[in-house]
């Protein structure tokens, strides 16, 4: 059992950043080299994230306990007893801060997703993967649709101030969403196919217009909520300055660094290099009144070193370096079993983490052969899925006999909103290779000729399973894949080209069977999911990063999406999402092949205590300490020694 709360002594800094300077927190003059905006920066979800910069020689930074944002003077390091450091988010030297951006790769700043990173900039609400709860931020008070589900209105905390002390209003909201949509930034071209206009009624009252449809009716209401969480609200005065230094350019306020930026939340730019970023508390944080936390944070730092990968990473979270990890560790569990490390994670015992994504494998069904269900659901059910979890994720996933396959990810919130007794008999056993074997006779597929393999419309079943090199859990569960295959008769070569071979490949449909992580826990899942997985509407693009990259098309399954975004009541959202999963499971467009925590969620308790852990009253995920409603964990933080 690992231990908790113990009274250990905090491990010393044992190397500092010698002469380090502090930058200035101006315009430096150098850009980032986007083009178009909204890019989330976050882990790739692989077993050895790397950047090409060496890893951190400490995991101090070279910053005094006094606020000397801009000073360029040499000042002593961060004091232990005040600083949370953290691993697995930042890979690379900061390039901008610039939520705008489509190249922005500033982990602890800019992460809009559907769980935003809220250090620095802050969402109206955060998401709660808990409890599937949007929690007031900036907003005041719930969200409200008008009759017909055409408009949102969302009042601002009269208590929400920027950094430069001026309150956060309705018109900074609509500001926001006019720069994205007028600079055209990757997350403004999505969002006005959803969000037709946002208005500003007054100081306090913003409503989000959605985009209708020739009836009258909101083209997709899930959608447009999902913003509600996810966009980062910029300042309108900023943004004006920002687009007047830029003579109104789009190209160049998108590539606009914004390291003066203006922003919201409790924490602020204070210095970053190739070895670490840091932020500083903002000790006028609004966020201390009684209307929101009622006080601060209590880590006046927090600092990511910058590593060159998962080992060197992993090296100074088990050192105590680190206190906050987001990084895949094999037998994570021999840490403290073993080791005897004070080490935790959110689960006392296997799976360990709050497990959201599924990392998918997706049949090109254009593809002869791949286009039978009988190819795809013996491939299916030959796979050893115990081996995948205890080998692959070293027991860090639940199995599917714990959490059965569906469209759902295995949180209670989720789980709750589809019928497993009704899908009971579409399920099949782990690794079963004599019915897949017989699916396969009964079909009429057969080694004809005893090679071992077997034929189609007389051609050898022969195919190439990729992801990316280096993703090791990837690729260690493609070959179990490959295993599968040949237990079967089927001949599957794994395949593993460079990231961007693998991306392009994927998204332009040049590949026989990938593997892809689906989306995580949003507002807008499941349906985003059942779209990922199903849905033909990415059957005609070009280039495809969004979903069913295999091209499989059902006249049901599009039915039921095109329904589900205007439907309310839960139980006829309950009965979709089942038929959806029956579908899912009847003719195997893609198979789950794990569940995967959507970030990994590992504490070192040498210094800091009192993290979010399973069944301990707060109601706060395992997010990081960073993402959505995970950012509340600063503010229970306490101190081991003292």
């Given at each position: 059992?690992?231990?908790?709360?113990?009274?250990?002594?905090?491990?010393?800094?044992?190397?500092?950043?010698?002469?380090?300077?502090?930058?200035?927190?101006?315009?430096?003059?150098?850009?980032?080299?986007?083009?178009?905006?909204?890019?989330?920066?976050?882990?790739?979800?692989?077993?050895?994230?790397?950047?090409?910069?060496?890893?951190?020689?400490?995991?101090?930074?070279?910053?005094?306990?006094?606020?000397?944002?801009?000073?360029?003077?040499?000042?002593?390091?961060?004091?232990?007893?005040?600083?949370?450091?953290?691993?697995?988010?930042?890979?690379?030297?900061?390039?901008?801060?610039?939520?705008?951006?489509?190249?922005?790769?500033?982990?602890?700043?800019?992460?809009?997703?559907?769980?935003?990173?809220?250090?620095?900039?802050?969402?109206?609400?955060?998401?709660?993967?808990?409890?599937?709860?949007?929690?007031?931020?900036?907003?005041?008070?719930?969200?409200?649709?008008?009759?017909?589900?055409?408009?949102?209105?969302?009042?601002?905390?009269a208590d929400a101030k920027w950094n430069d002390g001026t309150p956060v209003t309705a018109k900074d909201?609509?500001?926001?969403?006019?720069?994205?949509?007028?600079?055209?930034?990757?997350?403004?071209?999505?969002?006005?196919?959803?969000?037709?206009?946002?208005?500003?009624?007054?100081?306090?009252?913003?409503?989000?217009?959605?985009?209708?449809?020739?009836?009258?009716?909101?083209?997709?209401?899930?959608?447009?909520?999902?913003?509600?969480?996810?966009?980062?609200?910029?300042?309108?005065?900023?943004?004006?300055?920002?687009?007047?230094?830029?003579?109104?350019?789009?190209?160049?306020?998108?590539?606009?660094?914004?390291?003066?930026?203006?922003?919201?939340?409790?924490?602020?730019?204070?210095?970053?290099?190739?070895?670490?970023?840091?932020?500083?508390?903002?000790?006028?944080?609004?966020?201390?009144?009684?209307?929101?936390?009622?006080?601060?944070?209590?880590?006046?730092?927090?600092?990511?070193?910058?590593?060159?990968?998962?080992?060197?990473?992993?090296?100074?979270?088990?050192?105590?370096?680190?206190?906050?990890?987001?990084?895949?560790?094999?037998?994570?569990?021999?840490?403290?079993?073993?080791?005897?490390?004070?080490?935790?994670?959110?689960?006392?015992?296997?799976?360990?983490?709050?497990?959201?994504?599924?990392?998918?494998?997706?049949?090109?069904?254009?593809?002869?052969?791949?286009?039978?269900?009988?190819v795809r659901k013996a491939i299916a059910m030959a796979v050893d899925y115990d081996q995948v979890i205890?080998?692959?994720?070293?027991?860090?996933?639940?199995?599917?006999?714990?959490?059965?396959?569906?469209?759902?990810?295995?949180?209670?919130?989720?789980?709750?909103?589809?019928?497993?007794?009704?899908?009971?008999?579409?399920?099949?056993?782990?690794?079963?290779?004599?019915?897949?074997?017989?699916?396969?006779?009964?079909?009429?597929?057969?080694?004809?000729?005893?090679?071992?393999?077997?034929?189609?419309?007389?051609?050898?079943?022969?195919?190439?399973?990729?992801?990316?090199?280096?993703?090791?859990?990837?690729?260690?569960?493609?070959?179990?894949?490959?295993?599968?295959?040949?237990?079967?008769?089927?001949?599957?070569?794994?395949?593993?080209?460079?990231?961007?071979?693998?991306?392009?490949?994927?998204?332009?449909?040049?590949?026989?069977?990938?593997?892809?992580?689906?989306?995580?826990?949003?507002?807008?899942?499941?349906?985003?999911?059942?779209?990922?997985?199903?849905?033909?509407?990415?059957?005609?693009?070009?280039?495809?990063?969004?979903?069913?990259?295999?091209?499989?098309?059902?006249?049901?399954?599009?039915?039921?999406?095109?329904?589900?975004?205007?439907?309310?009541?839960?139980?006829?959202?309950?009965?979709?999402?089942?038929?959806?999963?029956?579908?899912?499971?009847?003719?195997?467009?893609?198979?789950?092949?794990?569940?995967?925590?959507?970030?990994?969620?590992?504490?070192?308790?040498?210094?800091?205590?009192?993290?979010?852990?399973?069944?301990?009253?707060?109601?706060?995920?395992?997010?990081?300490?960073?993402?959505?409603?995970?950012?509340?964990?600063?503010?229970?933080?306490?101190?081991?020694?003292?």
């Open positions: 059992m690992k231990k908790r709360n113990m009274k250990v002594l905090a491990l010393l800094m044992t190397v500092t950043m010698a002469g380090t300077m502090l930058a200035g927190c101006g315009d430096s003059g150098s850009t980032s080299t986007s083009s178009s905006g909204g890019a989330t920066a976050s882990s790739s979800g692989t077993a050895d994230a790397s950047s090409d910069t060496t890893a951190a020689s400490s995991s101090t930074a070279d910053a005094s306990s006094e606020d000397t944002t801009g000073s360029d003077d040499v000042v002593g390091e961060l004091p232990r007893n005040e600083t949370l450091y953290f691993a697995g988010q930042q890979w690379g030297t900061v390039n901008d801060y610039n939520p705008m951006s489509a190249n922005s790769n500033n982990a602890m700043v800019i992460a809009q997703g559907d769980a935003s990173r809220v250090l620095v900039y802050e969402t109206l609400y955060m998401w709660n993967p808990l409890d599937a709860k949007m929690y007031p931020l900036l907003a005041d008070g719930d969200p409200v649709w008008n009759d017909n589900r055409t408009e949102i209105t969302v009042k601002i905390k909201v609509a500001a926001t969403y006019h720069a994205h949509v007028d600079y055209n930034s990757s997350t403004g071209a999505e969002m006005k196919s959803y969000i037709a206009d946002v208005v500003a009624q007054d100081d306090s009252t913003v409503v989000f217009k959605l985009t209708t449809d020739d009836s009258g009716e909101a083209v997709n209401p899930v959608l447009a909520e999902r913003y509600l969480p996810m966009l980062y609200i910029m300042q309108e005065n900023y943004l004006k300055t920002v687009a007047d230094r830029n003579n109104n350019d789009a190209e160049a306020i998108k590539m606009d660094k914004m390291d003066d930026l203006v922003t919201s939340g409790p924490y602020k730019k204070y210095f970053d290099n190739d070895q670490n970023v840091v932020l500083i508390r903002d000790d006028n944080y609004w966020g201390q009144a009684d209307s929101m936390w009622g006080k601060l944070p209590v880590p006046k730092y927090i600092s990511h070193p910058i590593f060159k990968d998962n080992a060197a990473a992993t090296t100074a979270f088990q050192n105590g370096d680190i206190d906050v990890a987001q990084i895949f560790i094999t037998d994570l569990q021999k840490l403290w079993l073993e080791q005897d490390l004070p080490i935790s994670t959110y689960v006392d015992e296997a799976p360990y983490q709050l497990c959201m994504t599924m990392p998918t494998l997706f049949f090109n069904t254009e593809v002869e052969g791949l286009d039978q269900v009988a205890s080998s692959a994720m070293s027991g860090q996933s639940p199995t599917f006999a714990d959490v059965p396959r569906s469209v759902m990810n295995p949180t209670d919130a989720e789980q709750a909103m589809v019928d497993q007794d009704a899908l009971k008999e579409y399920q099949w056993s782990n690794a079963d290779v004599e019915g897949a074997k017989k699916l396969l006779d009964d079909a009429g597929i057969v080694d004809t000729d005893g090679d071992g393999i077997r034929e189609y419309n007389g051609k050898n079943l022969s195919y190439k399973a990729e992801c990316p090199t280096g993703w090791s859990d990837w690729n260690a569960t493609l070959e179990i894949v490959a295993a599968a295959g040949k237990n079967i008769g089927i001949n599957i070569e794994t395949y593993f080209p460079e990231a961007a071979n693998y991306s392009t490949d994927y998204s332009t449909g040049n590949f026989e069977i990938t593997m892809q992580s689906g989306p995580g826990t949003s507002v807008a899942n499941p349906y985003m999911r059942c779209r990922f997985f199903m849905s033909s509407d990415y059957n005609d693009l070009e280039v495809n990063f969004s979903g069913n990259f295999g091209h499989y098309q059902n006249d049901r399954v599009d039915e039921i999406l095109a329904a589900i975004p205007h439907e309310t009541d839960d139980a006829k959202l309950k009965d979709y999402y089942t038929e959806l999963s029956k579908i899912m499971l009847e003719d195997c467009p893609c198979v789950p092949l794990m569940y995967r925590p959507q970030v990994f969620h590992e504490v070192n308790e040498s210094v800091w205590t009192n993290y979010p852990q399973k069944d301990d009253g707060t109601n706060v995920p395992p997010m990081d300490c960073t993402d959505g409603y995970g950012v509340a964990a600063l503010y229970n933080l306490e101190l081991i020694d003292g």
